[in-house]
């Protein structure tokens, strides 16, 4: 199990509150459109991003929403969850 990181006493991000630093890891875990055929089928990184926006709603007391986006990466943790179909080739199906 790795160990984590303390942050010094005079650390910037003790200059951002819970909710910013949490929507700043959200952005940084969300996959970007040009990453989405890459990682699509990544469990850790659909799960990643899930748990991020999970902490969002949590700090934005919204416990229910939280728990949705727990539940998905709980899905895509133990495999219940399998990448949807790419939005192009949808797209172009339905054309």
């Not at 910013?20 to 875990?29: G, I, R």
């Not at 709980?74 to 199906?93: E, F, I, M, V, Y």
């Amino acid at each position: 199990m790795s160990q984590f990181t303390h942050l010094p006493p005079n650390s910037q991000l003790r200059e951002f509150t819970s909710l910013e630093l949490a929507q700043a890891l959200m952005e940084k875990l969300s996959i970007s459109a040009q990453d989405w055929h890459r990682l699509k089928s990544n469990p850790q990184a659909r799960a990643g991003e899930q748990i991020a926006a999970a902490m969002v709603f949590l700090l934005k007391e919204r416990p229910q929403e939280a728990l949705v986006r727990l539940e998905v990466a709980a899905g895509w943790l133990n495999h219940s969850l399998t990448a949807p179909p790419c939005p192009d080739r949808q797209q172009k199906a339905n054309d």
